[in-house]
């Protein structure tokens, strides 16, 4: 069984720290993954993919992916207390599979 | 104009009745979804329709019944609702099912089982 693992949290960084957040996943086959961002409340919003090794930058998010080590995370530079949210990492494992696998979610605090 | 609308945004109801939910999109995405997201956060796939074709059916209780009577609306019948049915149902729609990644979600449904 696919599984996303994802640290619950909550997380607490400060106001313009970088916030690391975290996914593992389970099927080593996996080819896309995703950051979407959910406020309390709300209905999750799509924020980042990634579908090879490294880094993407868009402003201050960043996403990072290992394949060999089956994980990938999102930075987020100079975080806002408007960041706080929970972030859901969600992999596409390809095949024909045609459905997303989420995390849990990692709830993010930002302290002013 | 709201790109996926859900209809009702809550729902509560007692154990043994039957209910709706229903979806809409408005961005000419061919494929929809639904997802049930628990007290926990956690968000799982229920169902999705391709063009009115059912594409993915998740291990889901027969009670819940998915119809797309075309494929810019996807509506779910639940029957004989459960305690456990109580969470947050999101319906999302995407261009086609080969572009999965980017999908908009609806506000939610709440829905509330006593």
């Known amino acids: ?112 | 104009d709201t790109a996926v609308s859900q209809t009702p945004k809550y729902l509560v109801t007692q154990m043994g009745n039957d209910k709706s939910i229903k979806c809409e999109q408005n961005l000419g995405h061919d494929t929809m979804y639904w997802y049930k997201q628990d007290s926990k956060k956690f968000l799982k796939i229920m169902f999705s329709y391709n063009n009115k074709e059912l594409i993915i059916n998740e291990t889901v209780p027969n009670r819940f019944s998915p119809k797309s009577p075309d494929k810019a609306h996807l509506n779910l019948h639940i029957n004989s609702l459960e305690l456990g049915d109580s969470a947050v149902y999101f319906c999302a729609s995407s261009q086609d099912r080969a572009n999965l990644y980017e999908q908009y979600f609806g506000p939610g449904t709440r829905l509330t089982v006593t």
């Open chain 1, 1 to 112: 069984q696919k599984e996303v693992e994802q640290n619950s949290g909550p997380l607490s960084v400060p106001e313009g720290a970088i916030a690391s957040l975290n996914c593992t996943y389970s099927d080593r086959g996996s080819q896309s993954f995703f950051w979407y961002r959910q406020y309390s409340g709300k209905s999750p919003e799509l924020i980042m993919f990634i579908y090879s090794n490294g880094d993407k930058e868009d402003g201050r998010f960043t996403a990072q992916l290992n394949k060999a080590s089956q994980y990938v995370s999102l930075l987020i530079r100079d975080s806002q207390p408007s960041d706080s949210a929970t972030y859901l990492c969600a992999v596409y494992s390809g095949a024909g599979s045609y459905q997303l696998t989420f995390g849990k979610g990692t709830k993010l605090s930002v302290i002013p």
